[in-house]
């Protein structure tokens, strides 16, 4: 778990709190802040999830190129011809 995934949490919970406060007093402002809190901490903690699943790749990539630089330029070159012929329709 990462900053980003913790401050998604924090605003989720804060924009339920914002929203349940808004219901009880009937400020729709306040209720719809609450609403795009909750979205924006959901949308945060989406992205803290990503990155927790995309770091061990990366550093594993990094290893890889490392040790083996002459593999990894052929397999980058395969792919790139790969991408090619699929641009080109072939």
Do not use: C, H
């Amino acid at each position: 778990m990462n900053t980003t995934t913790l401050k998604g949490d924090g605003q989720a919970i804060g924009g339920q709190i914002k929203e349940t406060v808004g219901d009880v007093t009937g400020n729709t402002s306040l209720q719809g802040e609450g609403v795009v809190d909750q979205i924006t901490g959901n949308a945060n903690k989406a992205v803290g999830a990503a990155r927790d699943a995309v770091g061990p790749l990366t550093e594993k990539a990094t290893t890889f190129a490392k040790s083996r630089p002459y593999a990894t330029a052929a397999l980058l070159g395969v792919v790139g011809l790969a991408v090619l012929n699929t641009l080109r329709g072939k």
